[in-house]
């Protein structure tokens, strides 16, 4: 098994046909087929099945490929690396919207500082498309609030967070000392999008009560639902650290409830197969040590 059986197969699993990766690797059709075969055989699995001229993943493929992906990127890595050996580096760090707008910057800052020559490229999306990112390597860290379910990935807690059921100052609800479930359901609920960390923690909440949620507004822009709840419009669950200063201007309320617990931990994320660089290793301290 070589570096170019690894190549072969990765381009065959995203074109997903023998023509266009014989064209795009400039090889014959049958050299393809011969290096899948010799690689299908030194492991003892099959990594496509043939259905309509087309090729299928099978499961030893799709396990295949996560680590065939990273093989191929470590010595892409490391020969970027061997040209450079200078005091520099490069980092690729996804981020969740709540920590990208809150954290990431004063994050980056303290970095910059012990590690001027070093050039970090973010990327800011919700934690469902971090996640993907960080499997297809285009990031090397992702940091995300809530929960990964993955073995291709690590998952390291590094601090603790909130969700806050938030209104109009003037709503009917800002006079209770306390909200009920009910009243939640009642009320027109103005929401992140699905695959956002902050939506999927309110839904597993409300699905775990066995309660369906259809919110009036979705949006993936948290100053869109602020600026809806200022209006009265409805009523929301945001990060504490994202509504903090529109509360401490008197613009939004928080509402107090004992019958639901929307706490949740910020997370650093990896593949499990990356290579740690120095600045990899020093990033993810800079984090866990930021007392912002």
């Known amino acids: 098994m070589t570096l170019r059986h690894l190549k072969i197969f ?5 074109t997903k046909s023998t023509v266009i990766t014989s064209k795009k690797l400039l090889v014959s059709q049958p050299t393809i087929s011969i290096a899948l075969k010799e690689l299908e055989e030194y492991y003892g699995v099959k990594f496509f099945e043939r259905f309509s001229q087309r090729l299928h993943i099978t499961r030893a493929g799709e396990e295949m490929y ?3 992906k990273h093989i191929i990127s470590l010595v892409e890595e490391t020969e970027i690396s061997m040209k450079d050996i200078k005091n520099s580096g490069n980092l690729i760090i996804g981020s969740s919207i709540t920590i990208g707008n809150y954290f990431l910057a004063t994050y980056i800052k303290n970095f910059q500082k012990e590690n001027p020559n070093t050039k970090i490229k973010v990327i800011i999306d919700n934690s469902k498309n971090i996640e ?4 297809e390597n285009k990031i ?3 940091l995300i609030e809530g929960e990964i379910q993955n073995p291709f990935i690590i998952s390291i807690p590094y601090r603790k967070d909130f969700l806050c059921i938030i209104c109009n100052p003037n709503h009917p609800y800002a006079n209770k000392e306390k909200i009920t479930l009910k009243d939640i359901i009642s009320e027109k609920l103005i929401l992140r999008e699905k695959g956002s960390a902050v939506r999927d923690l309110f839904d597993i909440k409300m699905e775990n009560l066995d309660i369906k949620i259809e ?5 993936i822009s948290t100053h869109a639902i602020i600026r809806a709840v200022k209006e009265n419009i409805g009523i929301s669950v945001l990060p504490y650290f994202l509504i903090k200063e529109y509360v401490e201007k008197g613009e939004i309320k928080i509402l107090e409830t004992d019958e639901i617990n929307f706490s949740r931990n ?11 660089s120095i600045y990899f290793d020093k990033f993810i301290e800079i984090c866990k040590n930021s007392t912002i």
């Open 215 to 219: 919110p009036l507004w979705q949006s």
């Open 10 to 14: 990765l381009t065959l699993y995203e």
């Open 132 to 135: 993907k990112l960080l499997l």
């Open 266 to 276: 910020f997370n650093i994320i990896y593949h499990k197969n990356k290579f740690h």
């Open 140 to 142: 090397d860290i992702g």
């Open 66 to 68: 996560q680590y065939a």
